[in-house]
């Protein structure tokens, strides 16, 4: 075979084609799919995907052969990829002068006829062919010569997904690496912060206790501010704490347990006093799923309930059914109610519904969005509904486990 010319574009093609990370990749469905119907409806022995790289051509996909690639200088389809905007049909090769009336064989197949459409991407290179081969001299018609422009069509177009998905998947990879180091900076610094802080609040009361009666109340004021302040500084820090470490409760097996034993070791944890009324399920149900997890949305949204109550008597009540693949959970109270314009981006994090809760603190805006996280991982889902100053019900399932 004489050797073909080299495209006029020749650098500018190899990067294009270099650019598509394709090269040396496994084999893919799609692209055989397109080989094997190339070969049916052309009727031909042979199909190829091919790629034109700088000193060889190799397949993306083949169909009649198992030879992976062949050296460019005997290769049919780098004649192809010299006239971008037409085929190459050779209906015999053995009367083709380009071809030295040699016997081209691909592995031990006699290459007769070819026929090549150009893979031009949306900026004119021609990358590779798509091409059907037999052992014996025959023409195509002007429906199968269509059909296979249009399956080289597809072949492209496929060339860009892969292009744009191998594109996303590496900012995937980065965006991960990136929150992975944001992750674990907010866990170092949170722990580093809550010694100092933990000091400051200690000192303060010591302060107060030695200087005693030679404080005034201006000054009484100020080391309240300090301790108020520190106290909401460390509750921040606990909460962002715990977005980060849920990921770890995640990790743990589902365990079979009794819910309102559960719920139970939470009102002990909170230190709920007498004027709090909670309703724990009658039925008492036996839930299998990951214990920690449930355990901590939990605290959350009762601990919630409470700080955000403006009533005498706090009234919460927890209610509780379930199906064949998921349990839900219903969480009702009393308190101060959600504003309207709050319920859509309450669960989205650093978003609070300004609200102050019975100590007049307001909240971070962390604890919801840990709660919707650690849901939404158990494969449930969570959503709210309230009414300003009478009530509010926070509603979620998970799978069973």
């Given at each position: ?14 990067e294009a084609l270099r650019a598509l990370d394709i090269l040396d990749t ?376």
């Amino acid at each position: 075979m004489i050797s073909p010319a080299l495209p006029i574009n020749e650098n500018f093609r190899l990067e294009a084609l270099r650019a598509l990370d394709i090269l040396d990749t496994e084999t893919e469905k799609e692209f055989d799919e397109i080989t094997a119907l190339a070969n049916f409806i052309c009727d031909t022995e042979v199909a190829l995907i091919s790629l034109v790289d700088r000193d060889r051509q190799w397949f993306k996909s083949k169909n009649g052969v198992e030879i992976c690639e062949t050296p460019r200088n005997n290769s049919l389809c780098s004649h192809a990829i010299l006239n971008p905007e037409q085929p190459l049909i050779v209906k015999d090769t053995r009367k083709d002068e380009r071809f030295n009336k040699d016997v081209i064989r691909l592995e031990d197949k006699p290459v007769i006829f070819y026929a090549g459409i150009p893979l031009v991407d949306k900026n004119g290179f021609a990358l590779g062919t798509l091409c059907v081969m037999d052992c014996e001299p025959r023409e195509l018609s002007q429906k199968q010569l269509e059909s296979l422009n249009s399956l080289a069509k597809q072949v492209t177009i496929l060339f860009e997904l892969n292009k744009k998905n191998n594109d996303l998947e590496k900012v995937q990879q980065k965006l991960k690496k990136r929150n992975e180091s944001l992750r674990e900076f907010a866990r170092v610094i949170s722990h580093d912060l809550k010694m100092p802080l933990a000091n400051i609040i200690t000192t303060t009361d010591l302060l107060k206790l030695l200087l005693g009666k030679k404080l005034d109340k201006e000054s009484m004021e100020y080391f309240e501010y300090i301790k108020t302040s520190s106290f909401s500084m460390s509750s921040y820090i606990n909460d962002v704490l715990d977005h980060y470490e849920s990921e770890n409760l995640l990790k743990n097996k589902p365990e079979e347990f009794e819910l309102n034993v559960l719920l139970q070791e939470i009102v002990d944890l909170l230190s709920i006093k007498p004027d709090f009324n909670i309703t724990f399920p009658e039925n008492n149900p036996l839930i299998q799923c990951n214990k920690s997890a449930l355990k901590q949305i939990f605290f959350n949204l009762i601990g919630n309930s409470i700080k955000y109550n403006d009533k005498d008597q706090i009234i919460i009540s927890i209610e509780t059914s379930q199906d064949d693949k998921y349990y839900y959970f219903r969480i009702t109270d009393n308190g101060m109610g959600i504003p309207n314009d709050k319920i859509e981006t309450i669960f989205d994090l650093f978003t609070t519904a300004g609200i102050a809760d019975r100590s007049g603190n307001k909240g971070n805006g962390i604890g919801l969005s840990t709660v919707k996280k650690i849901v939404e991982k158990l494969g449930g889902t969570i959503g709210v509904t309230s009414e300003e100053k009478i009530q509010t019900t926070f509603h979620f399932s998970i799978k069973r486990g």
